[in-house]
């Protein structure tokens, strides 16, 4: 890559020219990856979603107002695309879909958090670039960091299908008992306020030094980096993660509020944000378990 970088490239043909002027501009490769990435799992719930059936309000809280959208997308997507999700089909074909699933919320939620990650790579990479010295392309790092949110959707998989087995998730996917759902918010909410949040948290806002003092020039240590950096932002999300099985694994209206909200984390600065997410939690898993005691309420 950094051969090319401030390099005439006049004289090859102009399709290879033009791919040229592209992968020698790191910071170009870093938006391009969170993008596409971030698309593709955004299709695949969408697609997913379209075509399961039904209301969209047995999906959780908010899903309701997708109801009064045209379902034309289902037509186009029903003759071969997805797989109903019946509590009982945990079979092999059943488990892959719902890693799929897990998969593509990874790409669509955590790839946008991570783009000042990236973006910051591709800066001191596209400065070394222009004092051509070797440097390793941002998907590279992109590859690290994705592996460890993959790890995570695997173990997400293997949660929801123990969450289904002791009936605290039900057919479609959904929270099935408001006790389950408090204390998924409590927990999250509590977490907000803990020491390892902020030290992920602060890894994931300042990247700056961490490239700094662990520069690498090798692929391998590049991807070495990506892992790093994404455990710190695994260690800064995994509860808000876990939200989703408290109001429905295929909640994407959910799914693009705690997007947002993770990113938001990432871009400020200052503790204002994240602790205030953890006050409005916890009041949230206290109304869920308080609506739970009184829907039970007197005891027969």
């Known amino acids: 890559m950094s051969r090319t970088a401030d390099h005439d490239l006049s004289h090859l043909p102009s399709?290879?020219?033009?791919?040229?002027?592209?992968?020698?501009?790191?910071?170009?490769?870093?938006?391009?990856?969170?993008?596409?990435?971030?698309?593709?799992?955004?299709?695949?719930?969408?697609?997913?979603?379209?075509?399961?059936?039904?209301?969209?309000?047995?999906?959780?809280?908010?899903?309701?107002?997708?109801?009064?959208?045209?379902?034309?997308?289902?037509?186009?997507?029903?003759?071969?695309?997805?797989?109903?999700?019946?509590?009982?089909?945990?079979?092999?074909?059943?488990?892959?879909?719902?890693?799929?699933?897990?998969?593509?919320?990874?790409?669509?939620?955590?790839?946008?958090?991570?783009?000042?990650?990236?973006?910051?790579?591709?800066?001191?990479?596209?400065?070394?670039?222009?004092?051509?010295?070797?440097?390793?392309?941002?998907?590279?790092?992109?590859?690290?960091?994705?592996?460890?949110?993959?790890?995570?959707?695997?173990?997400?998989?293997?949660?929801?299908?123990?969450?289904?087995?002791?009936?605290?998730?039900?057919?479609?996917?959904?929270?099935?008992?408001?006790l389950f759902s408090g204390a998924v918010f409590i927990t999250t909410g509590l977490y907000q306020f803990s020491a390892l949040k902020h030290a992920c948290l602060t890894q994931c806002r300042q990247p700056f030094p961490f490239f700094f003092a662990h520069w690498e020039t090798t692929a391998r240590g590049v991807f070495r980096l990506g892992l790093q950096q994404g455990l710190y932002c695994l260690g800064c999300c995994w509860a808000m993660m876990a939200v989703m099985f408290a109001v429905g694994v295929m909640n994407v209206v959910w799914m693009a509020a705690l997007g947002v909200v993770m990113s938001l984390e990432k871009f400020t600065s200052g503790n204002r944000l994240t602790y205030g997410l953890g006050v409005l939690l916890i009041a949230a898993g206290a109304g869920f378990v308080l609506a739970a005691f009184a829907a039970h309420w007197p005891p027969h």
């Open 15 to 178: 399709a290879t020219a033009g791919l040229g002027a592209v992968f020698a501009r790191p910071k170009l490769l870093a938006i391009a990856c969170v993008v596409a990435l971030a698309a593709l799992g955004w299709l695949y719930l969408a697609l997913l979603v379209a075509n399961m059936g039904g209301k969209f309000t047995a999906l959780g809280p908010g899903m309701g107002a997708l109801d009064l959208l045209p379902r034309a997308i289902i037509a186009l997507c029903r003759p071969t695309f997805g797989l109903a999700m019946p509590g009982s089909a945990w079979d092999p074909s059943g488990f892959a879909v719902v890693a799929l699933m897990w998969i593509a919320m990874v790409l669509a939620m955590m790839l946008p958090s991570a783009s000042p990650m990236l973006l910051t790579y591709a800066e001191i990479a596209d400065t070394a670039a222009r004092k051509h010295e070797r440097i390793v392309s941002p998907f590279v790092l992109a590859a690290g960091y994705t592996v460890v949110w993959l790890g995570f959707a695997g173990a997400a998989t293997v949660a929801q299908f123990l969450f289904t087995r002791a009936a605290l998730i039900d057919a479609g996917m959904a929270s099935a008992s408001g």
